[in-house]
């Protein structure tokens, strides 16, 4: 059996995601979505959440391009003096491993991160992070602290498969085969840490190598490679206009993305491959438009 988790991204970072993550929600295929507690929509997007309860909502962990939740007065600093973090994932990266110090800050920035969300109110169903900073060494080791700490069961193991990828899109190909032999040696030195633990994971996760141009036409050749099991694909779906997205991320299609995750073809396309779509909790969505929705459900 083929299941999919379909997950949008940067959930709170401005009301042109929000927007789009809702309105995939209740149009069309997506599952769940991970918040950003330290985005510029954070409130807004905890009311919308609340407004659409059978949207499931992880934590997107923000620990580069982004602001610090925590209160950081040590220096060296893991952000400036007005909280917010580099937007160089490669110089972050850097920093995090190789200057220890930052370490404490790291664990209690992550915490803080955590309990802001907790407080919400909202239950917690999965942790991934922005630009999969998650995976980072120093990043999951604080983490495989803090999971069981806070009833943390499900994470996104970042990995996909190149060849399947490259077979429907061979734009930047030393950069996406950069990324699949990173990510391979980290989803490797993760898993038996989350076995360990008992945190579930899916199978394979599609989106980390073309992030951002998760187009239909795209999402159609994708769905024909999924294997067996529990996959999940995340996307970045925006509104324009939106300041916040366009100087953040100028090259992603997020209106695209939107289209993809509404588009008729791909929820009929579903239907006549058999596959599901679920969330981490395990609870299955009926897509509008289909005909297999119940009167009123999203």
Same mark, same amino acid.
């Given at each position: 059996m083929k299941e999919l988790i379909i997950n949008a991204d940067d959930f709170g970072l401005s009301d042109g995601v929000n927007?789009?993550?809702?309105?995939?929600?209740?149009? %069309?295929?997506l599952t769940s979505t991970s918040l950003m507690v330290g %985005?510029?929509?954070?409130?807004? +997007?905890?009311?919308?959440?609340? +407004?659409?309860?059978?949207?499931?909502?992880?934590?997107?962990?923000?620990?580069?391009?982004?602001r610090a939740v925590g209160e950081h007065a040590t220096f060296p600093r893991i952000c400036d003096s007005k909280g917010f973090f580099t937007d160089d994932p490669v110089h972050a990266g850097m920093r995090y491993y190789f200057v220890r110090p930052f370490r404490k800050q790291l664990r209690r920035e992550i915490e +803080?991160?955590?309990? +802001?969300?907790?407080?919400? %109110?909202?239950?917690?169903?999965?942790?991934?992070?922005?630009?999969? !900073?998650?995976?980072?060494?120093?990043?999951?080791? !604080?983490?495989?602290?803090?999971?069981?700490?806070?009833?943390?069961?499900?994470?996104?193991?970042?990995?996909?498969?190149?060849?399947?990828?490259?077979? !429907?899109?061979?734009?930047?190909?030393?950069?996406k085969a950069a990324d699949a032999f990173i990510f391979s040696k980290l989803a490797n030195r993760c898993r038996p840490a989350l076995d360990r633990l008992g945190v579930g994971y899916t199978g394979e996760v599609k989106g980390l190598l073309n992030s951002g141009r998760m187009t239909e036409a795209y999402l159609l050749n994708a769905l024909e490679t999924l294997g067996d099991g529990v996959t999940e694909i995340y996307f970045h779906p925006g509104c324009l206009p939106c300041a916040e997205i366009t100087r953040r991320m100028p090259d992603y299609r997020h209106e695209e993305e939107l289209a993809a995750l509404t588009s008729p073809r791909v929820k009929a396309r579903l239907k006549e491959l058999g !596959?599901?779509?679920?969330?981490?909790?395990?609870?299955?969505?009926?897509?509008?438009?289909?005909?297999?929705?119940?009167?009123?459900?999203?």
């Amino acid at each position: 059996m083929k299941e999919l988790i379909i997950n949008a991204d940067d959930f709170g970072l401005s009301d042109g995601v929000n927007k789009a993550v809702i309105k995939a929600w209740q149009e %069309g295929i997506l599952t769940s979505t991970s918040l950003m507690v330290g %985005g510029g929509s954070f409130h807004e +997007a905890v009311h919308l959440a609340k +407004a659409n309860p059978g949207l499931q909502v992880g934590l997107h962990l923000t620990l580069v391009q982004g602001r610090a939740v925590g209160e950081h007065a040590t220096f060296p600093r893991i952000c400036d003096s007005k909280g917010f973090f580099t937007d160089d994932p490669v110089h972050a990266g850097m920093r995090y491993y190789f200057v220890r110090p930052f370490r404490k800050q790291l664990r209690r920035e992550i915490e +803080a991160q955590i309990e +802001a969300f907790l407080q919400t %109110g909202i239950p917690l169903s999965h942790i991934d992070g922005h630009l999969n !900073i998650h995976m980072h060494p120093t990043v999951f080791d !604080i983490l495989c602290e803090l999971m069981p700490k806070y009833g943390i069961t499900s994470f996104r193991l970042s990995r996909e498969n190149l060849r399947s990828d490259l077979a !429907i899109d061979r734009s930047r190909l030393l950069g996406k085969a950069a990324d699949a032999f990173i990510f391979s040696k980290l989803a490797n030195r993760c898993r038996p840490a989350l076995d360990r633990l008992g945190v579930g994971y899916t199978g394979e996760v599609k989106g980390l190598l073309n992030s951002g141009r998760m187009t239909e036409a795209y999402l159609l050749n994708a769905l024909e490679t999924l294997g067996d099991g529990v996959t999940e694909i995340y996307f970045h779906p925006g509104c324009l206009p939106c300041a916040e997205i366009t100087r953040r991320m100028p090259d992603y299609r997020h209106e695209e993305e939107l289209a993809a995750l509404t588009s008729p073809r791909v929820k009929a396309r579903l239907k006549e491959l058999g !596959i599901g779509l679920r969330n981490y909790r395990g609870e299955v969505k009926q897509v509008v438009g289909t005909g297999d929705e119940k009167p009123g459900k999203p």
